[in-house]
């Protein structure tokens, strides 16, 4: 049976009416909580100015069964959910009434949400008006029409949460098992030579200060695309030649240099694909290494590495590793032959691991493909005629 026959079917010839969100919902604005009151755990999460709690309070002013939109920071994001809750000052919770489902709500609101997102005023922290959503149009199905559609989406979220904790879990158990053969493989007895960073790379710092992207040109490698071992260009902002040319002064980063991030998220090293394609942006480092590039990759990435960086962090609630840190990591250097050698073993443990790593977010996206296109068949329903008057 098509789903439209099933939905004609559950209709059973009912004109769903429309009407403006204003008047099916009561829209209540949170209430603010300051920083001293929060708790870092507790019975009720509270929810500010993004989906993830803020923080915890010992009341709630929220009851479950609930949906709610970000009005600030993370503004248009659509909420729900199913036990209490602390909404501060910048949720808007959307009471309900008799005539609409709160879940049935959400999931519509989920299809609309492109054009909430419209509404939102970008500024230095983006915002969303009441007035922007009080007219938005929402379809009033028979409540029992209302309960059939969210317990088929609510399936195919549960079918997508059940496959991203399996296929988690699968990742953890390859990467942990990865990491603990990489470890084995990189201990080396006492008769090994040692050698810091300095001694075995040319490190180049980047400019510290911040550039004026453009919508095309050569990529700028940033901290948030230091990871998964090779960098990205696909996904780097952009810069035009002047600015190019300005953050390569020091130096032109080459196929198989090193990349390493210095601030926030501190440590991570990826390897650059190509040669003369990027330049560096502020808060990383450059490693034009003078032995084997992946053998290298992987004794930074390893316990040898990651360990010396985190006793060597500095900074306090910005972490910040020094260049002195950097060129002071430890290096054991074996010959050229070992390095080779070790450098492809631990490139095929780190594949097996990749090949999940990328499979994980295409299984999710299909399952999430698969609830979109049945939220919107089953959500689309036809608007009644507007009769033109003379």
Request: net charge negative.
């Amino acid at each position: 049976m098509s789903q439209l026959g099933y939905m004609e079917k559950l209709l059973d010839g009912i004109e769903v009416e429309w009407r403006d969100l204003e008047e099916v919902v009561k829209i209540q604005r949170g209430k603010r909580l300051v920083k001293s009151q929060l708790e870092t755990s507790g019975n009720y999460a509270v929810y500010q100015n993004s989906m993830t709690p803020l923080g915890y309070y010992y009341e709630s002013n929220a009851k479950a069964d609930t949906t709610f939109i970000i009005s600030a920071g993370a503004a248009g994001e659509i909420g729900y959910s199913d036990v209490d809750f602390w909404a501060a000052d910048d949720v808007y919770l959307l009471l309900t009434q008799d005539s609409i489902a709160s879940k049935f709500l959400y999931h519509f609101l989920l299809l609309q949400q492109y054009k909430i997102l419209a509404q939102v005023r970008r500024a230095s922290i983006p915002r969303l008006s009441r007035i922007a959503i009080e007219k938005l149009q929402i379809p009033i199905p028979p409540l029992n029409v209302q309960a059939e559609i969210v317990r088929i989406l609510d399936t195919f979220t549960e079918l997508t949460a059940e496959l991203t904790a399996e296929l988690t879990a699968e990742l953890t158990a390859r990467q942990q098992q990865y990491e603990y053969y990489r470890d084995e493989l990189l201990t080396f007895d006492d008769e090994v030579e040692w050698k810091t960073l300095g001694e075995i790379a040319d490190i180049y710092d980047s400019l510290h200060k911040t550039p004026k992207y453009s919508e095309n040109g050569l990529s700028m490698i940033r901290v948030t695309n230091i990871k998964g071992g090779y960098v990205n260009l696909d996904e780097t902002l952009k810069v035009d030649d002047e600015v190019f040319l300005d953050f390569t002064k020091k130096y032109l980063p080459q196929r198989n240099d090193l990349v390493m991030s210095r601030v926030g998220s501190y440590g991570n090293v990826a390897i650059i694909p190509t040669s003369n394609s990027a330049c560096m942006g502020q808060n990383t480092v450059v490693i034009h290494p003078k032995i084997h590039n992946k053998y290298l990759y992987h004794i930074l990435t390893s316990n040898i590495g990651q360990s010396f960086i985190e006793i060597n962090v500095g900074g306090g609630n910005q972490k910040t590793l020094s260049l002195k840190a950097i060129r002071a990591i430890p290096i054991p250097i074996v010959c050229e032959e070992e390095q080779s050698n070790l450098a492809d073993t631990l490139d095929k443990f780190d594949a097996l691991t990749t090949s999940l790593t990328e499979g994980l977010p295409r299984e999710i996206e299909l399952r999430q493909q698969q609830y979109e296109y049945y939220r919107d068949l089953l959500l689309s329903f036809p608007k009644p005629e507007v009769v033109a008057h003379d």
